[in-house]
């Protein structure tokens, strides 16, 4: 079972139509894949909206979530932002961490694990212990990831929340055609981040299985 519940679309960066996703996901044996657009305050009602057609438009073959990456928002408008894609319906809420390849600002990690309306914190980067912690407490899973350069940090951030009990998840961050990772490939990221057999699994398919199920 693979559950890949990050990648992107011609709705913001990505390279591919929602179907044509849909059908790559479920060609390489996904259980579900996230439609999580990158938003912030200009384009969360229309990415939303359709993101919520997209799940609609496959619903016959793979289960599409939709949901939303919150991107480059200063963290004093990131809870509002998480409320707003709540209401418009967004069944997952991403947020774009502090990862070391891109400017976000500081703090940015910090407000999303605080909140437990976010399901997932993204690439976390340099992630504090207490950040960790806080992401442990508020049930907000910490993303090990197959996207070049987010993932240099993959072994802090696996090592920390494996010492500190906080969820870990792998996903592909897909934008292309080549981006998304069938069982084999994402069980080679979740290793390569330190993570033992158990760990992995839990990563892997029982923790996502599980968030799934509760959405």
Same mark, same amino acid.
Do not use: C, W
């Given at each position: 079972?693979?559950?890949? *519940?990050? $990648? ?5 960066? &990505? !390279?591919? @139509?929602?179907?044509?996703? %849909? +059908? ?63 209401? *418009?319906? $967004? ?5 774009? &961490? !502090?990862? @070391?390849?891109?400017?976000? %600002? +500081? ?80 069980? %080679? ?27």
């Amino acid at each position: 079972m693979r559950y890949d *519940l990050h $990648a992107h679309t011609l709705i913001s960066d &990505g !390279e591919l @139509l929602p179907a044509e996703l %849909a +059908a790559r996901a479920m060609v390489s044996g996904h259980s579900a894949v996230a439609i999580t657009d990158h938003v912030d305050m200009t384009n969360i009602d229309s990415a939303i909206g359709q993101a919520l057609r997209a799940a609609e438009l496959v619903e016959d073959y793979i289960r599409v979530i939709p949901g939303v990456e919150i991107t480059h928002v200063p963290p004093s408008k990131i809870n509002g932002l998480v409320e707003r894609a709540r209401r *418009l319906g $967004a069944e997952i809420v991403v947020v774009h &961490g !502090e990862t @070391l390849v891109e400017p976000v %600002a +500081a703090g940015t990690n910090r407000m999303a694990v605080q909140n437990p309306e976010v399901d997932i914190l993204a690439h976390p980067g340099a992630i504090s212990p207490a950040d960790v912690e806080a992401a442990a407490a508020n049930n907000v899973a910490l993303e090990i990831t197959g996207r070049k350069g987010h993932s240099l940090a993959n072994g802090h951030v696996a090592r920390l929340a494996a010492s500190l009990g906080a969820e870990m998840l792998v996903n592909s961050d897909a934008h292309a055609p080549g981006d998304l990772m069938d069982a084999d490939r994402a069980g %080679a990221v979740a290793l390569g981040a330190g993570m033992d057999e158990r760990l992995a699994h839990r990563a892997l398919e029982a923790f996502p299985a599980e968030l799934v199920r509760r959405l």
